[in-house]
Protein backbone atom coordinates (compact mmCIF):
# COMPACT_ATOMS: atom_id res chain seq x y z
CA UNK A 1 0.00 0.00 0.00
CA UNK A 2 1.02 3.52 -1.01
CA UNK A 3 2.24 5.54 2.34
CA UNK A 4 1.65 8.72 0.81
CA UNK A 5 -0.56 9.63 -1.56
CA UNK A 6 -0.86 12.37 -3.29
CA UNK A 7 -4.23 12.59 -4.94
CA UNK A 8 -4.44 15.65 -7.93
CA UNK A 9 -1.21 15.51 -10.06
CA UNK A 10 -1.79 18.88 -10.92
CA UNK A 11 -3.36 22.29 -9.85
CA UNK A 12 -3.80 25.99 -10.93
CA UNK A 13 -4.40 28.88 -8.51
CA UNK A 14 -5.09 32.37 -9.35
CA UNK A 15 -2.59 34.69 -8.03
CA UNK A 16 -3.42 35.96 -4.41
CA UNK A 17 -5.74 33.41 -3.88
CA UNK A 18 -5.50 30.22 -1.56
CA UNK A 19 -4.34 26.80 -2.18
CA UNK A 20 -5.03 23.26 -0.60
CA UNK A 21 -2.55 20.43 -1.84
CA UNK A 22 -4.12 17.05 -0.40
CA UNK A 23 -1.86 14.27 1.53
CA UNK A 24 -3.02 11.77 2.87
CA UNK A 25 -1.08 8.94 4.71
CA UNK A 26 -0.68 5.56 5.94
CA UNK A 27 0.92 4.45 9.02
CA UNK A 28 0.61 2.08 12.20
CA UNK A 29 3.29 3.79 14.14
CA UNK A 30 1.97 6.19 16.61
CA UNK A 31 5.23 8.35 15.87
CA UNK A 32 5.89 9.78 12.90
CA UNK A 33 6.56 13.11 11.31
CA UNK A 34 5.29 14.73 7.87
CA UNK A 35 6.92 16.83 5.30
CA UNK A 36 6.44 19.33 2.61
CA UNK A 37 8.83 20.10 0.02
CA UNK A 38 8.57 22.48 -2.79
CA UNK A 39 10.83 21.96 -6.38
CA UNK A 40 10.93 24.72 -8.57
CA UNK A 41 11.96 24.01 -12.28
CA UNK A 42 15.50 24.18 -11.73
CA UNK A 43 15.10 21.21 -9.71
CA UNK A 44 16.15 21.91 -5.77
CA UNK A 45 14.39 20.23 -3.07
CA UNK A 46 13.63 23.10 -0.69
CA UNK A 47 11.91 21.72 2.96
CA UNK A 48 8.51 23.89 3.83
CA UNK A 49 7.08 22.72 6.48
CA UNK A 50 6.82 19.84 9.29
CA UNK A 51 4.00 18.69 11.46
CA UNK A 52 4.85 15.79 14.34
CA UNK A 53 2.26 13.12 15.05
CA UNK A 54 1.79 14.81 18.60
CA UNK A 55 2.37 17.79 17.96
CA UNK A 56 -1.33 19.31 19.08
CA UNK A 57 -1.17 22.31 16.84
CA UNK A 58 -1.30 22.87 12.56
CA UNK A 59 2.36 23.42 11.99
CA UNK A 60 2.72 27.26 9.95
CA UNK A 61 5.22 29.22 8.21
CA UNK A 62 4.80 32.34 6.96
CA UNK A 63 2.56 31.49 3.74
CA UNK A 64 2.63 27.95 4.36
CA UNK A 65 0.15 26.13 6.79
CA UNK A 66 -0.10 22.43 7.14
CA UNK A 67 -4.45 21.05 7.95
CA UNK A 68 -3.26 18.01 10.09
CA UNK A 69 -6.31 15.72 10.44
CA UNK A 70 -5.08 12.69 12.50
CA UNK A 71 -8.09 10.43 12.45
CA UNK A 72 -8.33 10.97 8.73
CA UNK A 73 -4.76 10.82 8.14
CA UNK A 74 -4.41 13.58 5.86
CA UNK A 75 -1.92 16.60 5.85
CA UNK A 76 -2.66 19.24 3.62
CA UNK A 77 -0.26 21.86 2.62
CA UNK A 78 -2.29 25.31 2.70
CA UNK A 79 -0.99 28.23 0.59
CA UNK A 80 -2.63 31.19 1.56
CA UNK A 81 -2.02 34.79 -1.26
CA UNK A 82 -0.36 32.61 -3.44
CA UNK A 83 2.39 34.53 -5.95
CA UNK A 84 4.13 33.41 -9.20
CA UNK A 85 6.85 31.93 -7.72
CA UNK A 86 5.00 29.05 -5.89
CA UNK A 87 4.63 27.86 -9.21
CA UNK A 88 6.77 24.57 -8.34
CA UNK A 89 6.43 20.49 -7.70
CA UNK A 90 5.13 20.11 -4.05
CA UNK A 91 5.86 16.80 -2.06
CA UNK A 92 3.98 15.75 0.49
CA UNK A 93 6.76 12.88 2.95
CA UNK A 94 6.72 10.63 5.95
CA UNK A 95 9.01 9.86 8.40
CA UNK A 96 7.73 6.71 10.76
CA UNK A 97 9.61 6.82 13.96
CA UNK A 98 9.98 2.74 13.54
CA UNK A 99 11.86 3.24 10.01
CA UNK A 100 13.35 6.72 10.81
CA UNK A 101 13.19 7.69 7.10
CA UNK A 102 11.21 9.64 4.27
CA UNK A 103 9.07 8.70 2.13
CA UNK A 104 7.21 10.96 -0.70
CA UNK A 105 4.32 11.34 -2.84
CA UNK A 106 4.08 11.44 -5.92
CA UNK A 107 4.00 15.34 -6.10
CA UNK A 108 1.55 17.55 -6.93
CA UNK A 109 2.27 20.63 -9.48
CA UNK A 110 1.05 23.71 -8.98
CA UNK A 111 0.88 27.07 -11.83
CA UNK A 112 -0.18 30.13 -10.46
CA UNK A 113 -1.59 32.12 -13.25
CA UNK A 114 -1.68 35.94 -13.26
CA UNK B 1 28.87 27.42 -1.85
CA UNK B 2 26.37 24.63 -1.18
CA UNK B 3 26.16 22.49 1.77
CA UNK B 4 25.47 18.72 0.18
CA UNK B 5 27.20 18.76 -3.07
CA UNK B 6 27.32 16.41 -5.93
CA UNK B 7 28.97 15.50 -8.77
CA UNK B 8 28.48 15.60 -11.76
CA UNK B 9 25.49 17.49 -11.93
CA UNK B 10 24.71 16.08 -15.05
CA UNK B 11 26.26 12.86 -17.03
CA UNK B 12 25.27 11.26 -20.42
CA UNK B 13 26.38 7.35 -20.59
CA UNK B 14 25.80 4.23 -22.47
CA UNK B 15 24.70 0.69 -21.07
CA UNK B 16 26.90 -1.34 -19.73
CA UNK B 17 29.06 1.42 -18.77
CA UNK B 18 30.31 1.70 -14.81
CA UNK B 19 29.09 5.48 -13.36
CA UNK B 20 29.65 6.56 -10.16
CA UNK B 21 27.87 9.73 -8.59
CA UNK B 22 29.37 11.59 -6.15
CA UNK B 23 28.03 13.24 -2.56
CA UNK B 24 29.32 15.71 -0.09
CA UNK B 25 28.59 17.28 2.15
CA UNK B 26 30.00 20.02 4.99
CA UNK B 27 27.35 20.02 7.35
CA UNK B 28 28.84 18.00 9.58
CA UNK B 29 25.40 15.38 9.72
CA UNK B 30 25.82 11.47 10.21
CA UNK B 31 22.96 10.75 8.14
CA UNK B 32 23.07 10.18 4.25
CA UNK B 33 20.55 9.53 1.85
CA UNK B 34 20.31 8.42 -2.41
CA UNK B 35 17.00 8.94 -3.88
CA UNK B 36 16.09 8.76 -7.37
CA UNK B 37 13.13 11.14 -8.94
CA UNK B 38 11.39 9.88 -11.80
CA UNK B 39 8.29 11.94 -13.50
CA UNK B 40 4.81 10.36 -11.62
CA UNK B 41 6.61 8.29 -8.69
CA UNK B 42 8.19 11.28 -6.35
CA UNK B 43 11.48 10.52 -4.87
CA UNK B 44 12.23 6.72 -3.80
CA UNK B 45 15.01 5.96 -1.91
CA UNK B 46 17.96 3.69 -2.76
CA UNK B 47 20.38 3.73 -0.24
CA UNK B 48 20.81 5.53 3.37
CA UNK B 49 23.59 5.42 5.38
CA UNK B 50 23.46 6.49 9.27
CA UNK B 51 27.06 6.65 9.86
CA UNK B 52 30.10 5.20 8.48
CA UNK B 53 29.85 1.89 9.29
CA UNK B 54 26.49 1.81 8.40
CA UNK B 55 24.67 0.93 5.32
CA UNK B 56 21.31 0.49 4.16
CA UNK B 57 19.17 -0.61 1.70
CA UNK B 58 15.73 1.33 0.43
CA UNK B 59 13.68 0.54 -1.93
CA UNK B 60 14.67 0.47 -5.08
CA UNK B 61 18.58 -1.06 -4.47
CA UNK B 62 18.93 -3.62 -7.16
CA UNK B 63 21.26 -2.22 -9.63
CA UNK B 64 22.98 0.19 -7.34
CA UNK B 65 25.65 0.46 -4.43
CA UNK B 66 27.05 2.54 -2.30
CA UNK B 67 30.43 3.65 -0.50
CA UNK B 68 30.59 5.68 2.66
CA UNK B 69 33.92 6.54 2.62
CA UNK B 70 33.84 9.11 5.36
CA UNK B 71 31.32 11.07 7.52
CA UNK B 72 31.04 13.77 4.42
CA UNK B 73 30.96 11.25 1.51
CA UNK B 74 28.59 8.98 0.22
CA UNK B 75 28.84 7.21 -3.09
CA UNK B 76 26.31 6.16 -5.22
CA UNK B 77 27.80 3.70 -8.19
CA UNK B 78 25.78 1.92 -10.93
CA UNK B 79 28.04 -1.05 -12.10
CA UNK B 80 26.22 -1.44 -15.23
CA UNK B 81 24.06 1.36 -16.14
CA UNK B 82 20.85 0.40 -18.23
CA UNK B 83 18.45 2.83 -20.21
CA UNK B 84 15.87 2.70 -17.08
CA UNK B 85 18.12 3.78 -14.88
CA UNK B 86 17.93 7.37 -16.49
CA UNK B 87 16.34 9.61 -13.79
CA UNK B 88 17.68 12.30 -11.25
CA UNK B 89 19.49 11.56 -8.50
CA UNK B 90 19.70 13.26 -5.31
CA UNK B 91 21.79 13.02 -2.18
CA UNK B 92 20.66 14.15 0.71
CA UNK B 93 21.84 14.55 4.78
CA UNK B 94 19.94 14.81 7.90
CA UNK B 95 20.47 14.41 11.42
CA UNK B 96 18.59 12.26 13.61
CA UNK B 97 14.59 13.21 15.16
CA UNK B 98 15.18 14.51 18.13
CA UNK B 99 12.53 16.92 20.29
CA UNK B 100 14.66 19.91 19.54
CA UNK B 101 15.00 18.81 15.50
CA UNK B 102 12.90 17.28 13.22
CA UNK B 103 15.11 15.23 11.05
CA UNK B 104 14.47 17.03 7.86
CA UNK B 105 16.36 16.04 5.18
CA UNK B 106 18.58 18.72 3.18
CA UNK B 107 18.82 18.14 -0.24
CA UNK B 108 22.17 18.25 -2.95
CA UNK B 109 21.71 19.98 -6.13
CA UNK B 110 20.44 16.93 -7.92
CA UNK B 111 22.58 15.16 -10.40
CA UNK B 112 20.68 14.11 -13.94
CA UNK B 113 22.12 10.94 -15.20
CA UNK B 114 20.78 9.92 -19.00
CA UNK B 115 21.58 6.24 -20.13
CA UNK B 116 21.59 5.55 -23.45
Known amino acids: AQKITQTQPGMFVQEKEAVTLDCTYDTSDPSYGLFWYKQPSSGEMIFLIY??????QNATEGRYSLNFQKARKSANLVISASQLGDSAMYFCAMREAEEDKLVFGAGTILRVKS | DADVTQTPRNRITKTGKRIMLECSQTKGHDRMYWYRQDPGLGLRLIYYSFDVKDINKGEISDGYSVSRQAQAKFSLSLESAIPNQTALYFC???????????????FGEGSRLTVL
Open chain 2, 92 to 106: ATSVSHTTRATGELF
Open chain 1, 51 to 56: QGSYDQ
